[in-house]
């Protein structure tokens, strides 16, 4: 495996993959990361070639052929563009590589193979591309195709928050929860970012309850001692990076009705900009539940940025 650090960044020349580019220029910490800006184009179907029976689909043809060469024209001057942007943006040119391919296959599974073919740490996409575009990333088609898929590598969905290097990140005390946090360490290491570890519960523990005399109360105090020794653990991790211990907050939300509504609610009190979750929960054994909390936050949470995390 290689030492680079290197994310894909899926962009089709839309408005709103401007808007990743845009993303990707904010946040600071990406910039000393090696960054592939990929896309796949739409070759014209092969029926369009067999209209060469006559000259009038010769004609045809060739205006067919005109529009290919077009709009891989127009696309790699997109694409060359967001790299200068991202250049004045403080990325090291060496650092940007752009890869344009024919679609081969089902646009999810293109992807899906450019990164099993090559080392990445990161996969960036967003959650709607334009309606005709082969990179159009809206839930419920290929963005939604690869927040299933995609389980092996961390998924970042660029959302439309303003970048304020605000982490919110989920810690349940599971294993998928604590590598979220280990990859937001490695993320921001020896960063001055803020990060608020947040747990949730849906029960309420007081100061004043005492083990030994109610099992539910004991139960909810077990979950409340254990959620603490997770924020504990996690916040070590993030000091041990490098981020300074006053740029690190550990909330418990008690009483949650919805645990993902509590930890969205709570994002957006505290003005955070980007929502780390792990793709698994406490049983660490099933693939990712389309839904369950994290397609929840995802469907819910359409201005954040979020970090799902294998």
Known sequence: MSDEKKILVTIDGSKRSKRTIDYICSFKPFRDRKITLFNITTPVPEAYYDLTRDAFSNISVSQVKAWEMGQKTIITEFLKEARQKMIAAGYKADNIDIKLVDQSKGVARGILEEIKNNEYQS??????????????????????????????????????????HYQCVAVDGSPGGMRAVRYTADMMANTNCRILLCSIMRTTVTDSATQGKDPFADLALWAHDKLNSALFEAKEILTQAGIPEDRIETRIVQGAQSRAGALLDTARATQCDTIVMGRRGMSDVESFDMGRIPRKIIYASRKFTIWLIP
């Open 123 to 164: 996969l960036v996409i967003r959650r709607k591309g334009r309606d005709n575009s082969i990179l159009s990333v809206a839930m419920g088609g290929v963005a939604a195709k690869l927040v299933e898929k995609a389980d092996f590598i961390p998924l970042i969905i660029a959302g439309t928050r303003e970048i304020r």
